[in-house]
């Protein structure tokens, strides 16, 4: 069993940065890949990025390419999203998963509760 904590969201204008993290429970952190998704209002959830367990290969959704950046410190259970540029339709809650394998669909095993995240223009 895996337990994520997201943390870091919050109120930011357009053109703004934030860092959002995940902290997950248990020892096999390492052998997980990591994912974020985010969902808007009104909308279906998205795939923003994953990483492999290893963080050697990471993954965007093409919208999100550039502008944020999927890391993770298998050392501090942690994986993290920077996100700059922000923009208005960035504005959602945005979920960390785990899984045995990096995908772009909601195939993963866990999910965090997720952290609002709000850029106003």
């Known amino acids: 069993q895996v337990q994520l904590v997201e943390s870091g969201g919050g109120s930011v204008q357009a053109g703004g940065s934030l860092r959002l993290s995940c902290v997950a429970s248990g020892r096999t952190f390492s052998s997980y890949a990591m994912a974020w998704f985010r969902h808007a209002p009104g909308k279906e959830r998205e795939f923003v990025a994953a990483?492999?367990?290893?963080?050697?290969?990471?993954y965007y959704a093409d919208s999100m390419k550039g502008r944020f950046t999927i890391s993770r410190d298998n050392a501090k259970n942690t994986v993290y999203l920077q996100m700059i540029s922000l923009k208005p339709e960035d504005t959602a809650v945005y979920y960390c998963?785990?899984?045995?394998?990096?995908?772009?669909?909601?195939?993963?095993?866990?999910w965090g509760q997720g952290t609002q995240v709000t850029v106003s223009s």
């Open positions: 990483i492999n367990w290893s963080g050697t290969r990471t």
């Open positions: 998963a785990a899984g045995r394998l990096p995908s772009t669909t909601s195939v993963y095993d866990y």
